[in-house]
Every structure is written in structure tokens, then in C-alpha cells.
């Protein structure tokens, strides 16, 4: 077992007491963390052992903190850089965010807020098993720490969650944490994508003959994942005649090929997800009871993104550093665009999150992510999106349904919409009609759930 291995921290701070203080409570923390005195010498270390993240004040001797930022930015796979600066000087670090920074604090500053900030930041830490971690969220933090003991443990697994959340990624987690390897492979369906018959012949498998086209026999997934992980995602959709077929391969732990008379044994884990809420679906007739309790053995949620918000800029920054990487180029998300990020639903989830980081890395002429590269199609939709949308006034209130706070929320919430709809959904007129900046409406936009997925999204 591998021992925990945080994300590696160059500081550079010339003050002595700063810099051994930094040192001391980084490895408390157990980061690799390495001092350095000045930036020169700063990036002589980053040329010999990259690093996952800079930390710098901004006053240095020599070369400043904003000179080092560039240069940092201009290295193939630049690490995220951190300013720090003293009091006062609040517009230095500003322009240091605009030109790539991708944080700063202010002296003097809290060390406990500044972890914070340094965690958000470092997408590669590992655990103690040597895996990257699921999630920084509590919730997930959670999840992640039951997996050993299923992993060891059970045979058959239920993942639900809604689409998007990573069912896949846990089910490989616990695949992996029972050593995977090429003689014990982990194998995966979505049984939404294949019409069932076959469907039927991929799960398990054919004899030569067996229909038209069978010219050779076939073994199934089942057989094929030998003593591995069989991942069935979807299985909230099959329909009933192969749920029945399911629940014998599941209860005997044997498949019946089409077209043969004798079954087969199989050893592989079986691990189901779905997006789908199977208690509802029995009581609705559209999922076998049976069924559901011999795949309901244990049964691990992953929560949506929206209730885990924690992990979001954690996420975020891994696109980011990801693409940076597979394009050869800096993608930077600004702390503001970050809090955007955080306060955005993604019904989509993890998924969503990703396919809109990786297409503003793509599309963006700078190397400095905004929100309006990431939520570049919002403008383009906007005067649809809200075009059926006809409550204009705001919603009776009384002192049983909600506080003062909410009802003000819905009122502004009707406001801007009646704006949005006397200026066709156009955000720069519209913000110019409320007296507010452009910026400014965009995030009431986002905090009121007026997003690029409608309202109330």
C-alpha cells in the first residue's frame, strides 16, 4: 500500500520567518514542498522537477513575482500560480489575475483560507492507495472511503446517480483497488446503446449457427471478464423479458449462450449503475422486484455536482491542466470565472463540466479562461430560452413559504426576466436598462438560476 502523496508546492518568498513558516505548515500537511528564495532560483528548480503549483509573493529580489508568473505561463505544462501580496496593493495582484495568476491572497493572511485555495487547486493528489482522488467534497470523500472494503468484499455492486456524475469512475475505482490487470480486465456495457437481441448476444454470447450471421461462436461479456469487473451501466432500461434473462445469470452465476443447451459458468464481479430510481420503477411495474434485490446487494450513490459544489473549481482546474497538457498551450480559470463555475447547477454534472472547460480551452484566443468562454452559447440562446417563459410578475409570498431573503430573490429573480424579455434577451441592452454592468448581470443571471439551461434551471 502507497504511502499518501500530496500535490508538490514551490514556494517563493525572500522573508525567512514567511518562508519556513509556509515550509513547516505545508509539510504538516504533508505536501512535498520545496522553498525557494528568489524566482531565478525558483525557476532553475521548475526546469529540473516540475511542480503542481506555485506559490510567490509578488515583492522578490531581482526578478518580481508578476515577471515569474509569465514565465511560469510560458512553460510547456505550467503548474497554477498563487500571488502573494502586501496590504494595499490589491490592483497589482488584479492585473496579475487578468495576465494569468491563477489566485492570490493578501497580507497578512490566514493559513487555513489559503489551504483551502492551494487543495481547490491541485487536482493530482493521490491517496492512500495511489489513486487520485473521486472528489474533495465531503460527500465523496465519503464514498471514497468505503470503496476498499467493497471492493474486498462484494460480488455484486448497484451505482446509481444521476447521468453524468461519475458511476463509471467509481465502478473503475473499485475495479482497481481489487488489482486489476490485463488477466483480470474490467469490461464495460451501456445497456441503452444496443437494441436487446443484441444486447442479449454481447452479455452472453453466441454459438456458431445460432442466427443469421452467427458464422463463428462468440463469447459474452460475462465469460469474458473471467475473474474482473463487468460494469452494466443503464440497467435501469432493459426491458422486462431480458431483466428475466438477467436474473438468472445474476442468481446462478452462470449464462446461457444463444443457441446452446448447456450453461456456462462465470466469476467476474458484476457492478450495475443507473440513473434511474429502481425502488420507483418496481413499484411502477417497470423493473422486477426479484431482480432489483439481488442487484440492490450493496448499493452506493454518487451525488449530483449541485450538492457537492466543493468539488466543482477542484474539477475545473483538472480539465483545465488536462487540456493544457493534450494542447500544449496554458488554459488559466480566473478565480471570478471560478465562482461563476460554482454557483452553476450543471444538470449535465461532471460530464457538462468537462465537454465546457475543454471547449473554452479549445476556442479561446488567451490563455486566461472567462465565463464568458465557458458559457459562450448562453448569448446565442438567450432570447429563446426565454421567449415561453411568461410569469413576468413575482410570486405571492407569505411568512409559511419563505424568509424575506427568498422573496426579494424571486422578485429581482421576475425583474430581470421582464427586462430580458423588453430588450429580446440581448445582455448588454438589458444591463444597460438596469443601470448595472454587463458582469454584473451575467452573475445575478447565474445566482438566480437564469442560466444558459433556462429558468429555474
Known amino acids: 500500500m502507497k504511502m499518501k502523496t500530496k500535490a508538490r508546492i514551490l514556494i517563493v518568498e525572500d522573508d525567512a520567518i514567511m518562508g519556513e513558516s509556509l515550509l513547516d505548515r505545508f509539510r504538516l500537511e504533508h505536501y512535498d514542498a520545496l522553498w525557494c528564495r528568489s524566482a531565478e532560483d525558483a525557476l532553475a528548480r521548475l526546469s529540473a522537477r516540475p511542480v503542481d503549483l506555485v506559490l510567490s509573493d509578488i515583492r522578490l529580489p531581482g526578478m518580481n513575482g508578476r515577471a515569474l508568473l509569465e514565465a511560469v505561463n510560458g512553460l510547456p505544462t505550467a503548474p497554477p500560480v498563487i500571488l502573494i501580496t502586501g496590504y494595499g496593493a490589491i490592483q497589482e495582484a488584479v492585473s496579475a489575475l487578468k495576465a494569468g495568476a491563477a489566485d492570490y491572497v493578501t497580507k497578512p493572511f490566514d493559513l487555513n483560507r489559503l489551504m483551502e485555495k492551494v487543495a481547490g487547486l491541485c487536482p493530482e493528489r493521490e491517496d492512500r492507495e495511489g489513486f487520485p482522488p473521486l472528489g474533495v467534497s465531503a460527500q465523496m470523500r465519503q464514498l471514497e472511503s468505503l470503496l476498499p472494503r467493497v471492493a474486498a468484499q462484494a460480488g455484486t455492486i448497484l451505482i446509481t446517480g444521476e447521468s453524468g456524475v461519475g458511476k463509471e469512475r467509481v465502478a473503475r475505482r473499485l475495479h482497481d483497488l481489487s488489482g486489476g490487470t490485463p488477466e483480470f480486465p474490467f469490461l464495460a456495457i451501456n445497456c441503452a446503446a444496443l437494441p436487446h437481441p443484441l444486447l442479449e448476444a454481447e452479455l ?46 445474476v442468481q446462478e452465476r452462470e449464462v446461457m449462450p444463444i443457441g446452446s443447451h448447456s450453461p456456462r459458468r462465470f466469476e467476474a464481479r458484476l457492478i450495475f449503475a ?19 434485490y ?53 444538470p449535465g454534472n461532471v460530464r457538462e463540466l468537462k465537454h465546457a472547460i475543454e471547449r473554452a480551452c479549445i476556442l479561446s484566443d488567451s490563455p486566461v479562461i472567462q465565463g464568458s468562454d465557458i458559457f459562450r452559447e448562453r448569448d446565442a440562446g438567450l432570447s429563446e430560452t426565454h421567449a415561453g417563459d411568461t410569469g413576468t410578475s413575482a410570486p405571492a409570498a407569505t411568512h409559511q413559504d419563505f424568509d424575506l431573503s427568498t422573496h426579494l430573490q424571486r422578485c429581482e429573480r421576475a425583474f430581470i426576466l421582464e427586462a430580458l424579455r423588453a430588450n429580446e434577451g440581448r445582455i448588454t441592452q438589458t444591463a444597460q436598462a438596469l443601470g448595472i454592468s454587463r458582469k454584473n448581470l451575467w452573475e445575478k443571471m447565474r445566482r438566480l438560476g437564469l442560466g444558459a439551461d433556462g429558468p429555474g434551471h
Open 274 to 292: 443507473t440513473n434511474r430510481n429502481l425502488r420507483e420503477e418496481v413499484e411502477q411495474g417497470r423493473f422486477r422486484e426479484d431482480l432489483y
Open 294 to 346: 439481488r442487484i440492490n446487494v450493496i448499493h452506493l450513490h454518487v451525488p449530483p455536482l449541485r450538492e457537492r459544489r466543493e468539488d466543482i473549481p477542484w474539477l475545473a482546474q483538472g480539465f483545465a491542466a488536462d487540456c493544457s497538457r493534450r494542447q500544449g498551450k496554458r488554459c488559466v480559470i480566473t478565480p471570478q470565472t471560478m465562482d461563476t463555475l460554482s454557483i452553476h447547477d450543471w
Open 204 to 249: 452472453f454470447g453466441h454459438e456458431k449457427g445460432a442466427f443469421t450471421g452467427a458464422d463463428r461462436r462468440r463469447t459474452g461479456l460475462f465469460e469474458a471478464a473471467g475473474s474482473g469487473s463487468l460494469f452494466l451501466d443503464e440497467i435501469g432500461e432493459l426491458d422486462l423479458s431480458m431483466q428475466a434473462k438477467l436474473l438468472r445469470a
